[in-house]
């Protein structure tokens, strides 16, 4: 099959799914006060949700996050008979390609939201309320892929998270975050794993691939591993496969790891040559770079050596169920970290010059990590989904 029939076919298959999304709405008039769930089948595809918050019985509290916990509605306080409307675009998604392959997701992505049948919603708060929910076709919108690892992927469960399920918050409905990262991957397992297929079958003209690497690409010790051989030449065809679809894409320096030199007031370099390596293939190919290595080094120091510990998986024991030890993780953010981490990237995008800027909240404002946010003002409803084992690599 030659090239120009095989893109006319994909071309096809998307046209008759985007066909095929179907518009629900539903009228809920649910609440509580613990968190819940509301979920329906629909076909893969970018979905316009709009839901209308509030209780007529009562004051209530609502956040709203979907699939893997991806936030777009933070606490909206409403009074007793009044409702807030609130309207974003969910990419919902299966692992299937469209020439019948379907990515090699691991064992624990098996149970994730994000990759089932459904499209799913988490209404969380001190007291969520719903009135209703609609969910139609979200039709012509530029999507944002994210490829990455640990620190970039949606963190299905509480208490880790990642800046990929939080920088969703920012962007109005014209924009859909589509994240394929996943904990413990690679350049190099991303393209074995079919992630980097996925990606490409979902890139459009003008659309955005950013691509965070180097935390678990370090560890490789296969044959012409390194930073400046197979890293390098993964790296490149990220580039090369994005540009044939005429898409955007843009590297992000990896996050730092919260480990410190001996005075404890500067963080310690533990990536070795591989934000070199990505900022060497960026300035040979004209890719946009994001430093998020840069910026994590400037927020950890701000915080110091002990608050930093706030913005990662540090937490006595007892803190959530089942939990009988301590969490002491330098590398994983919890949310706060996670939601500090995707103002970054907002500003590193202002910094390119990525047109994705024009589509962000009028609430937006822009951020510097010398100066974050305070831990003790940022909320965050627990979600019922817990598990303490550490995600997939370093």
């Known amino acids: 099959m030659n090239q120009r029939v095989s893109s006319l076919l994909l071309a096809f298959f998307a046209l008759t799914a985007q066909a095929q999304q179907p518009t629900i709405e539903k009228v ?8 819940f769930f509301y979920a329906v ?33 933070e606490p909206v306080k409403t009074k007793k008979g009044k409702y807030s409307i609130h309207t974003f675009t969910v990419n919902k998604r299966t692992i299937n390609l469209p020439d019948g392959r379907q990515i090699k997701i691991n064992a624990r992505e098996k149970a994730y939201k994000n990759w089932d049948d459904s499209l799913s919603l988490e ?35 509480e208490p880790y998270a990642s800046w990929g399920q939080m920088v969703t918050r920012w962007f109005d ?21 079919r992630r980097l297929d996925k990606a490409v079958s979902m890139l459009q003209e003008g659309d955005w691939l950013f691509v965070e690497f180097g935390h678990n690409d370090q560890k490789d010790k296969n044959p012409g591993s390194g930073a400046w051989y197979n890293f390098t030449h993964y790296l490149k065809q990220f580039v090369d496969l994005a540009r044939q ?29 591989y934000p070199d ?23 950890f120091e701000t915080l110091g050596y002990e608050n930093s510990k706030k913005s990662l998986v540090h937490y006595p024991a007892n ?20 939601y500090e981490v995707s103002k970054m ?8 010059g990525c047109s994705l800027t024009e589509h962000l909240l009028p609430d937006w404002k822009d951020y510097n990590p010398a100066h974050p946010d305070s831990f003790d003002s940022f909320q965050w409803p627990v979600s019922p989904v817990v598990d303490t084992n550490k995600p997939a690599g370093n």
């Open 28 to 35: 809920l008039h649910q609440e509580s006060d613990q968190p």
């Open 41 to 73: 089948a629909v076909p893969d595809g970018n979905y316009k949700v709009t839901v209308t918050l509030g209780s007529a019985k009562k004051d209530a509290e609502t956040t709203v996050r979907a699939e893997g916990r991806r936030l777009f509605v």
């Open 123 to 157: 209404f969380n708060g001190s007291y969520p309320a719903v009135r209703s929910v609609k969910i139609e076709p979200a039709g012509k919108v530029t999507q944002l892929i994210l490829c990455g690892n640990s620190t970039v992927t949606d963190q299905n469960y």
């Open 173 to 193: 409905p014209s924009v859909a975050v589509v994240n394929l990262a996943e904990s413990g991957q690679t350049c190099g397992s991303t393209i074995a794993q």
């Open 245 to 273: 679809k005429k898409a955007n894409i843009v590297f992000c320096t990896p996050t730092q790891r919260r480990k410190w030199e001996k005075d404890n007031l500067h963080i310690r370099e533990t990536h070795g040559d």
């Open 277 to 299: 390596a990505m900022r060497a293939v960026a300035k040979r190919e004209g890719v946009p770079v994001i430093e998020l290595h840069d910026m994590t080094r400037t927020f």
């Open 319 to 338: 803190t959530f169920p089942g939990q009988t030890r301590e969490l002491a993780d330098d590398t994983h953010f919890n949310p706060y970290g996670a």
């Open 345 to 352: 990237v907002v500003m590193g995008m202002k910094q390119i």
